[in-house]
């Protein structure tokens, strides 16, 4: 069965830092590009950020360019989005996506004072 | 940006009958490759999105028939016949075809009257 469960939520204060992971299983990870969406409190969905089958390329929306990077290792099957200089819009569940399904069951980012 | 206006906002269907939602593009979703890469998703209460239809028509594995999907170029619509329980949600048609970025329509929200 393929599975993708995320993990890394949290409180985090502004500005502050925080790391996402995805496990993926189930597929040969390796084989396909790797995507990251959002979902803010009561709100739709939003593309956060791509990253290609063997991590030459990634692709972010303009609100998080420069401040989440998009990754993964291969061998072990995980997919990383580190987020810096978290903002208080940046709050949302984190969902990781194998392309066009699964979604992991998401995980939360509050960022907040 | 490619921008999915999806219509109606909400649908209020009775146990039985039959909905229809509505994408529309503000640009073609023909891929060069002759693709159209235009998905639906449902999100049930509590859940991430499970893909329904991909690529415009294309019922996913373990989907009832009674989901359907169809158009073309920039006008796409999901009919879901003798509507259940189980279908009640927000869904979403999102397009990959110019990407990046994914992007998603604003939801429907399906409520049984």
């Known amino acids: 069965e393929v599975q993708l469960v995320e993990s890394g939520g949290g409180l985090v ?6 790391k996402l992971s995805c496990a993926a299983s189930g597929f040969t990870f ?6 990251w969406i959002r979902q803010a409190p009561t ?4 593309w956060v950020a791509s990253i ?18 998009i990754s993964r290792d ?38 907040s004072s | 940006d490619v921008v999915l206006t999806q219509t109606p906002v909400s649908l209020l269907i009775s146990l039985g ?29 509590g859940q991430s999105p499970q893909l329904l239809i991909y690529q415009v028509s294309n019922r ?5 028939d009674r989901f359907s999907g169809s158009g073309s170029g920039t006008d796409f619509t999901l009919k879901i016949s003798r509507v259940e329980p189980e279908d009640l949600g927000v ?3 999102l397009q990959r075809t110019h990407n990046p970025p994914w992007t998603f329509g604003g939801g429907t929200k399906l409520e049984l009257k």
């Not at chain 1, 390796?30 to 995507?35: A, E, L, Q, T, V």
Request: charged letters at 15%; proline letters at 6%; glycine letters at 10%.
């Open chain 1, 13 to 18: 204060q502004p500005g502050r830092s925080l």
């Open chain 2, 91 to 93: 869904y979403y048609c």
């Open chain 1, 74 to 111: 291969n061998a072990k099957s995980t997919l990383y989005l580190q987020m810096d200089s978290l903002r208080s819009e940046d709050t949302a569940t984190y969902y990781c996506a194998k392309d066009p399904t699964p979604w992991g069951q998401g995980t939360l980012v509050t960022v």
């Open chain 2, 17 to 45: 009958g039959q909905a229809s939602i509505s994408c529309r593009s503000s640009q073609s979703l023909v891929h060069s490759n002759g693709n159209t890469y235009l998905h639906w998703y449902l999100q049930k209460p």
């Open chain 2, 60 to 64: 996913f594995s373990g989907i009832p």
């Open chain 1, 30 to 35: 390796s084989n396909y590009g790797m995507h």
């Open chain 1, 43 to 46: 709100k739709g969905l939003e």
């Open chain 1, 52 to 69: 290609s089958p063997s991590g030459g390329s990634t692709y972010y929306r303009d609100s998080v360019k420069g401040r989440f990077t």
